[in-house]
């Protein structure tokens, strides 16, 4: 079982629709989660940190972050076409210092 | 803002010569890591260090080798280029606010 999971993708999404990203851990001791956008040839940019359950809010974006069921999400509304990219989940598992656990990325296409 | 700086964008090399990639960050971080990615396969940790003069191997260090003389400088050795490290390879810097990568280096090693 790999440590962080994301599905793939694509996931195409109308611009203007909400896009629901979803990511699974293993280690139910993480406490810190964050999100990555980026773009094809790109190197990856911190968009998103959560570390309490429940949601965090910052723009267009929303973490979603529930330590019980061991599952992050990020939820970006009103999908633009410069949202499109990959996006990947990292968690601080513990004993790790500042070590991130990277799952694979999800890639989203937007379309006008 | 964080700034981790990467000596070259592009880089082209030939099969057995040895590669320097020098990385900079500007905060004072401890935490210092090198990623290769490549298509299909996601980021692979080979190098990272917690300290000056400290390195960990991560999980593909084989033909790679690090440097770290100061606190802000990381670098990421390839002591006989090969073909099959043509790759985009990210430094980064961390703090418990999260991981902060430079712009990256695609190096094809002819």
């Known amino acids: 079982q790999k440590e962080v999971e994301q599905n793939s993708g694509p996931l195409s999404v109308p611009e203007g629709a909400i896009a629901s990203l979803n990511c699974t851990y293993s280690?139910?001791?993480?406490?810190?989660f964050f999100w990555y956008r980026q773009y094809s040839g790109k190197s990856p940019e911190l968009i998103m940190s959560i570390y309490s359950n429940g949601d965090k809010e910052d723009g267009r974006f929303t973490a979603q972050l529930n330590k019980a069921s061991q599952y992050v999400s990020l939820l970006i509304r009103d999908s633009q076409p410069s949202d499109s990219a990959t996006y990947l989940c990292a968690v601080n598992p513990p004993a790790a210092g500042n070590k991130l656990t990277f799952g694979g990325g999800t890639r989203v296409l937007v379309k006008p | 803002d964080v700034k981790v700086t990467q000596s070259s964008r592009y880089l082209v090399k030939r099969t057995g010569e040895k590669v320097f990639l020098e990385c900079v960050q500007d905060?004072?971080?401890?935490?210092m890591f090198w990623y290769r990615q490549d298509p299909g396969l996601g980021l692979r940790l080979i190098y990272f260090s917690y300290d000056v003069k400290m390195k960990e191997k991560g999980d593909i260090p084989e033909g790679y080798s690090v440097s770290r003389e100061k606190k802000e400088r990381f670098s990421l050795i390839l002591e006989s280029a090969s073909t099959n490290q043509t790759s985009m390879y990210l430094c980064?810097?961390?703090?418990?606010?999260?991981?902060?990568f430079g712009p990256g280096t695609r190096l094809t090693v002819l």
């Open positions: 905060m004072d971080h401890e935490n």
């Open positions: 980064a810097s961390s703090n418990p606010r999260g991981m902060f």
């Open positions: 280690d139910r001791g993480s406490q810190s």
